[in-house]
């Protein structure tokens, strides 16, 4: 039965916060179904093309900030935003407002006990909100292609399908972006 969440307490917190992990592990786990015969080849979809190509896997380097919404202290929903190339360690290499930088919305989760409640909804908008305030204008975001609820939330909240993006391939992909 689906757990009524009325006022979930949103808190914002880097990709290596121990509530974060778990819930992007229990991601995994839910989509595990979904993509087994894909992640048999994952090893070649996960590969860089080359030498210094972009990672579809976050570094804490790359999240700028990741939100949980908590139901009590039990973290229940999470997404982040990601500078994807280049690093907070390097900004000389590559900063916010290069020309070669793109922002996406990364690892959206909710747990099955707590859907249908608006949460998805919410880390949504509290991504957008922080890059907003960034002065990001445009973010972008990758879901796979056996992942329709996914698909109809963002389009439900006005991102734009678009061309996949590297490091994403097109056989797996389904890309959005959205101007802030």
């Known amino acids: 039965m689906p757990v009524i969440v009325s006022n979930p307490t949103w808190v914002a917190t880097t990709w290596d916060d121990p509530r974060a992990a778990e819930l992007r592990e229990a991601m995994t786990s839910d989509l595990a179904p979904r993509y087994a015969d894909l992640w048999e080849r994952r090893?070649?979809?996960l590969a860089s093309a080359e030498p210094g190509a972009l990672s579809r896997v976050p570094t804490s380097d790359e999240?700028?900030?990741?939100?949980?919404?908590l139901d009590g202290p039990q973290a229940v929903a999470t997404g982040s935003l990601r500078r994807l190339g280049g690093t907070a360690r390097h900004p000389e290499v590559i900063h916010d407002r290069h020309p070669e930088v793109i922002h996406e919305v990364?690892?959206?989760?909710?747990?099955?006990?707590?859907?249908?409640r608006g949460l998805a909804a919410g880390v949504l908008a509290a991504v957008e909100r922080s890059a907003r305030?960034?002065?990001i204008e445009v973010l972008h975001l990758q879901t796979g292609i056996r992942q329709p609820e996914a698909v109809a939330l963002y389009e439900r909240e006005g991102w734009t399908r678009t061309?996949?993006?590297?490091?994403?391939?097109?056989?797996?992909?389904?890309c959005f972006e959205k101007r802030l």
Not at 63 to 69: E, K, P
Not at 106 to 113: A, L, N, Q, T
Not at 168 to 173: D, L
């Open 43 to 45: 090893d070649r979809l």
């Open 63 to 69: 999240v700028l900030v990741t939100w949980i919404a």
């Open 106 to 116: 990364k690892r959206m989760f909710v747990r099955p006990s707590h859907r249908r």
């Open 133 to 135: 305030d960034r002065g």
């Open 163 to 174: 061309d996949p993006y590297p490091p994403y391939p097109a056989e797996t992909s389904i």
